[in-house]
């Protein structure tokens, strides 16, 4: 009997690890929590969500947390200033729930692929940087040369060669950079917020969030990390005459030997 059930344990135990990614359909999990090559990310909770105002949002039903907002805005509104820009950058997709996020990765197109082939493009249910609420497309307007969004044509644009200049002195990098390691195709217009400084207000929650994709896979351009001052410390006092001095003869030196107590 113990037999039997050591053998069912070693069984079950061998069979690699899979996640539900459509209704049909599982893919299997890597050791480290991946599927299909993304890293697991939970959803935000609903009461830390806030819309985006819509002068700074293309189109309607656009949110993410709370905290991302005030550096968004002043990134947002630094760019409608520079004519360098040539337009408006814009918030286009934000914040995508688990559920939502497995209709599109489900979608009737993308199901006629593999999964695999799915996963370059678009991240599973569940494994998606647009859960946690401090991710989300940008968008640029007018378009350039017919460019449609969240197409890898807009890095030809002015909009983003200023948005890859300017982007990470507020807080944001670009999660999936050319040929990243990950293997998720070049997303120029996909950015996550970890904020400009470790000390911003939400920082350290999406820092801790997305520790694992910025250790393994770097972001690039990438938020740089803080720099550790540290304050003046004087130096220790030095007692002259504490010790005496040594006895030297003929380049031989040695330390006298202390006075016998009488």
Not at 189 to 199: D, I, L, M, N, Y
Not at 213 to 223: E, I, K, L, T
Not at 227 to 248: F, N
Request: proline share 11%.
């Amino acid at each position: 009997m113990q037999r039997a059930i050591l053998f069912l344990v070693m069984f079950v135990l061998a069979i690699p690890a899979q996640a539900q990614v459509c209704a049909v359909g599982r893919a299997p999990a890597a050791a480290d929590g991946r599927v299909l090559g993304h890293l697991p990310y939970g959803d935000a909770p609903p009461d830390d969500l806030v819309p985006v105002p819509s002068p700074w949002a293309a189109g309607k039903g656009c949110v993410l947390r709370r905290e991302v907002l005030p550096d968004l805005e002043r990134l947002l509104t630094a760019a409608a200033a520079d004519p360098a820009v040539g337009g408006r950058i814009l918030a286009l997709s934000c914040h995508r729930a688990i559920l939502y996020q497995q209709s599109v990765f489900c979608r009737g197109d993308e199901a006629q692929k593999g999964a695999g082939d799915r996963a370059i493009s678009v991240a599973p249910p569940g494994h998606s940087e647009h859960a946690t609420g401090f991710a989300l497309d940008f968008a640029f307007r007018p378009r350039v040369n017919g460019c449609p969004d969240v197409e890898a044509c807009i890095a030809a644009t002015p909009a983003f060669r200023w948005l890859a200049a300017n982007a990470p002195r507020y807080g944001f990098e670009m999660s999936f950079p050319a040929g990243n390691r990950q293997g998720v195709k070049w997303e120029p217009w996909h950015w996550r917020w970890v904020g400009a400084t470790g000390g911003a207000q939400g920082a350290q929650r999406a820092r801790l969030l997305f520790a694992r994709a910025r250790r393994d896979f770097p972001a690039d351009p990438a938020v740089p990390p803080d720099v550790v001052v540290i304050g003046h410390v004087d130096a220790p006092p030095v007692y002259l005459g504490a010790y005496p001095p040594p006895e030297c003869r003929k380049g031989k030196c040695r330390m006298p030997r202390p006075a016998r107590r009488r």
